[in-house]
């Protein structure tokens, strides 16, 4: 297991970036199906069926690694590592299916405080 001598501060900034993560993606979920809600991240305006079902997969995918990233924080190495590289990766795959901006800054930012703390 790594230790990090902050690793408060990252699993507390991991954890908001899953929570943020985890409300962006429902939010946009919900502006899909015309449900009224604000749509944080509005990449899905205007979709037709098909495109439904894809946002759809997309959205479970991405609440899956909002869940991992959590669960990285809340358990280090115990399901998955708590390493810098793992946290950087967590940090691109919640841009890259939908959790947005800032759930990606903050867990890239907690990576980065890993870095950091390693040299």
Do not use: R
């Not at 690793?7 to 993560?21: A, E, P, S, T």
């Not at 995918?61 to 669960?71: D, E, H």
């Not at 390493?83 to 890239?108: E, N, P, S």
């Amino acid at each position: 297991m790594a230790h990090y001598k902050n690793d408060g501060i990252m699993k507390f900034l991991m954890i908001v970036g899953g929570l943020v993560g985890l409300a962006t993606i429902i939010l946009a979920l919900a502006a899909i199906f015309g449900l009224p809600s604000f749509n944080l991240y509005p990449i899905y305006q205007g979709v037709q069926f098909g495109d439904v079902i894809g946002a759809v997969v997309i959205g479970i995918i991405g609440i899956l690694v909002c869940f991992a990233t959590i669960l990285t924080a809340i358990k280090p190495d115990d399901p998955l590592p708590f390493h810098w590289l793992f946290i950087f990766i967590l940090g691109v795959l919640l841009i890259i299916f939908g959790a947005g901006i800032w759930a990606c800054a903050l867990t890239i930012i907690a990576s980065l405080i890993g870095i950091i703390d390693e040299l």
